[in-house]
């Protein structure tokens, strides 16, 4: 049986010996035979240790001094949340794109489930469409960092420095996934006063590399561009796949709806489209203050129409 502790050493020595140290062979000892892949920001990842061989192979020969650090990793009994950030200088093609030879920031968040001592199943979304920008390979589309030339302030894409302190204030941890889910719910909802009530607006960050939002108000008006463009848009958490440590609590989960209206100047299409989130949020005193967001806005912006490839 694995512990805890045991779970997040797996997949820390899977970030930084696998993906940042290119140890292929340690798939077959950390990578469970049957692992399923729940989603990778739009990539399509094989199952087990051969898909996730392959997928890191990808990254590193178009990355080759490529590295993955890990911004924040929390576990809960089996499953282990973390954030991180894949630097890397584009020397190899990736994905039929040429060298470019710049360099990029890919943030992403990612959730995995750990029994004994190898990963059976994972979660994970990235910044592809700020990635792709950043190679050039995308033209600038949304209002997220790269496209909206908030690299200057923030850096390529990256998350920007935090406000609060990892571990600061434990609490319940049915509390504060009950405050998660509240707050997911009331931004898709458009609850502008329940919304309120849940975090800290004068001391709230937003980091979301995406949708460029980094404060209270940023993060309410991603929001309702999102509404105005799904009128109907639902969002359905995964509840039971939720993690929460301390301070710090992970969620994932799927939003849907009907292209009706504009979407960052694209015109609807009466589409049905659905696509991925995590929010890794901290807690004090009650209510959220900082937020970090990993969405696949790859499928958004491309079932849309805002970006080619639909």
């Known amino acids: ?28 000892e950390l990578i469970a035979p049957v692992m399923t892949v729940h ?8 199952m087990g240790p051969a898909g996730l061989v392959e997928l890191i192979r990808t990254w590193r020969t178009a990355f080759p001094d490529g590295r993955m650090t890990v911004d924040d990793l929390i576990v809960e009994g089996d499953l282990v949340g973390i954030r991180n950030t894949w630097h890397g200088t584009h020397t190899g093609e990736f994905y039929g794109i040429p060298p470019t030879g710049r360099q990029v920031d890919v943030t992403s968040i990612g959730l995995d489930r750990v029994k004994d001592g ?12 700020g990635m792709m920008q950043q190679l050039g390979a995308l033209p600038a589309a949304g209002p997220g960092a790269v496209s909206a030339g908030l690299s200057a302030q923030w ?4 998350w920007g420095p935090a406000q609060s302190t990892a571990g600061e204030q434990a609490g319940d941890p049915a509390d504060h996934k009950a ?43 991603a929001a309702q561009a999102l509404r105005t463009a799904f009128p ?6 995964e509840r039971d796949t939720m993690v929460c440590e301390g301070d710090a609590v992970l969620g994932h989960y799927l939003l849907s709806g009907t292209h009706a209206g504009e979407l960052y100047g694209a015109a609807p299409t009466g589409r049905t489209v659905t696509w991925a989130a995590t929010d890794f949020v901290r807690v004090s005193a009650g209510r959220v203050v ?19 490839g639909g």
Do not use: C
Not at 118 to 126: I, K, R, S
Not at 232 to 237: F, H, I, P, Q, T
Not at 290 to 308: C, I, K, N, S, Y
């Open 232 to 237: 109907d848009l639902a969002v359905s958490l």
């Open 39 to 46: 989603g990778a920001g739009g990539q399509e990842v094989g």
């Open 179 to 221: 405050l998660l889910a509240s707050l997911v719910q009331a931004l898709a909802s458009g609850d502008t006063s329940a919304a309120e009530t849940l975090v800290d607006a004068g001391a709230f960050r937003d980091h979301h590399p995406s949708l460029g939002s980094t404060d209270w108000a940023g993060a309410q008006a």
């Open 290 to 308: 900082e937020r970090w967001v990993a969405m696949d806005t790859l499928t958004l912006f491309q079932q849309t129409g805002l970006l080619p």
């Open 1 to 28: 049986m694995t512990t805890p502790e045991q779970a997040k050493a797996v997949i820390r020595r899977w970030n930084d010996e696998g993906w940042s140290g290119g140890r292929y062979e340690l798939a077959d």
């Open 155 to 158: 850096g390529p894409a990256q």
């Open 118 to 129: 190898q990963v059976v199943e994972g979660w994970g979304e990235l910044d592809m469409v």
